[in-house]
T-cell receptor, first 111, second 115 residues
Framework: GQNIDQPTEMTATEGAIVQINCTYQ??????LFWYQQHAGEAPTFLSYNVLDGLEEKGRFSSFLSRSKGYSYLLLKELQMKDSASYLCAVRGARGSYIPTFGRGTSLIVHP | DTAVSQTPKYLVTQMGNDKSIKCEQN?????MYWYKQDSKKFLKIMFS???????INETVPNRFSPKSPDKAHLNLHINSLELGDSAVYFC??????????????FGPGTRLTVL
């Protein structure tokens, strides 16, 4: 089976940096995704990590450590529009390509 | 221009009814999915279709049946609706075979309320 753990809620200030952690236990590993979901909207893809290290994409970066079963999403220069739920999803062993989603972290950015 | 579209956006119905939700993607993707997102915001896979063949079917009640008339469409039919079926249902698609490192593109969701 697969177990994915994220904090339920985080708050941060506009302009600041926030790190959202995700830990996972899976039978095998074949990639980790981060998605952003605004209230009442569909999830949208942010990043994909399959090898250890940091992937940077503009204000957003995602880090992966496979040995630790750990990832984080780093958001810099926070904007009010970054208030959303951030979903960590892990794809397990080969033959089961569908990612399993965590419950998401609700990020509230305040002025 | 909508990449993945679903209809209807809202669906309110009585227990015991049968309903369908339609999904279409114009991205030319090979794989389509149905997810259920409950009140606790868990996004759970229900079905995945690749080239009209069901390749993943999680432990979903057989009241739910996916139907794919062609590669661009994956509809969800639900028989004998129950209160616990109330949720937001998302359709998604991805290029290539199911999951091969590819992101999923989600539709806008269908909010189903069973009374």
């Amino acid at each position: 089976g697969q177990n994915i753990d994220q904090p339920t809620e985080m708050t941060a200030t506009e302009g600041a940096i926030v790190q959202i952690n995700c830990t996972y236990q899976t039978s095998g590993f074949n990639g980790l995704f981060w998605y952003q979901q605004h209230a009442g909207e569909a999830p949208t893809f942010l990043s994909y990590n399959v090898l250890d290290g940091l992937e940077e994409k503009g204000r957003f970066s995602s880090f992966l450590s496979r040995s630790k079963g750990y990832s984080y999403l780093l958001l810099k220069e926070l904007q009010m529009k970054d208030s959303a739920s951030y979903l960590c999803a892990v794809r397990g062993a080969r033959g089961s390509y569908i990612p399993t989603f965590g419950r998401g972290t609700s990020l509230i950015v305040h002025p | 221009d909508t990449a993945v579209s679903q209809t209807p956006k809202y669906l309110v119905t009585q227990m015991g009814n049968d309903k369908s939700i339609k999904c279409e993607q114009n991205l030319g993707h090979d794989t389509m999915y149905w997810y259920k997102q409950d009140s606790k915001k868990f996004l759970k896979i229900m079905f995945s279709y690749n080239n009209k063949e069901l390749i993943i079917n999680e432990t979903v009640p057989n009241r739910f049946s996916p139907k794919s008339p062609d590669k661009a469409h994956l509809n969800l039919h639900i028989n004998s609706l129950e209160l616990g079926d109330s949720a937001v249902y998302f359709c998604a698609s991805s290029p290539g075979a199911a999951g091969e490192g590819n992101e999923q593109f989600f539709g806008p969701g269908t909010r189903l309320t069973v009374l």
